[in-house]
């Protein structure tokens, strides 16, 4: 898949940790696909970090953000893209010194609306929407200034 993907003009896979055969997935993508930026996926904990740290990872997304995994990320030597889904969310990420942010679950959130609503109030801030985003509706997110990317 990623070899097809790369071929296809896609440069970048994220791999989630939702199943046990996810690190070594990130480490074949990785030593097979040199030229693909492999991020990790789901992070949900310090301890996930570590693994995806020292598996050679450069960029982690997760769908939320603890005070401890937002700390332990501070510290990290790879680009680290917290979930959120409210202005509180976002101001605890700016704490951290975070840029990016990914928001989850981006529809159901209130997709577009949510993300204009939040550039207003976060002009700096930029976002990565996942969940619900599809081949009909994620031109319409990619055009808003504030979205940088996305998952779907």
Do not use: W
Request: aromatic content about 6%.
């Amino acid at each position: 898949l990623s070899r097809a993907l790369l071929a296809g003009g896609m440069g970048a896979i994220e791999i989630t940790l939702r199943t046990p055969a996810a690190m070594d997935a990130i480490a074949a993508v990785r030593q097979e696909l040199p030229q693909m930026l492999v991020a990790a996926g789901t992070v949900t904990t310090p301890e996930e970090l570590d693994k995806v740290v020292a598996a050679g990872v450069s960029l982690a997304l997760s769908p939320g953000a603890t005070d401890r995994l937002l700390a332990a990320a501070a510290e990290a030597p790879l680009q680290f893209i917290p979930g959120v889904a409210s202005a509180s969310d976002v101001m605890r990420a700016v704490d951290y010194g975070v840029t990016v942010c990914k928001l989850f679950p981006a529809t159901v959130l209130g997709g577009q609306a949510i993300l204009k609503a939040l550039a207003g109030t976060f002009p700096e801030m930029r976002f990565c929407p996942t969940g619900g985003l599809s081949p009909d509706n994620f031109r319409d997110f990619l055009a808003l200034p504030n979205v940088v990317c996305f998952g779907g």
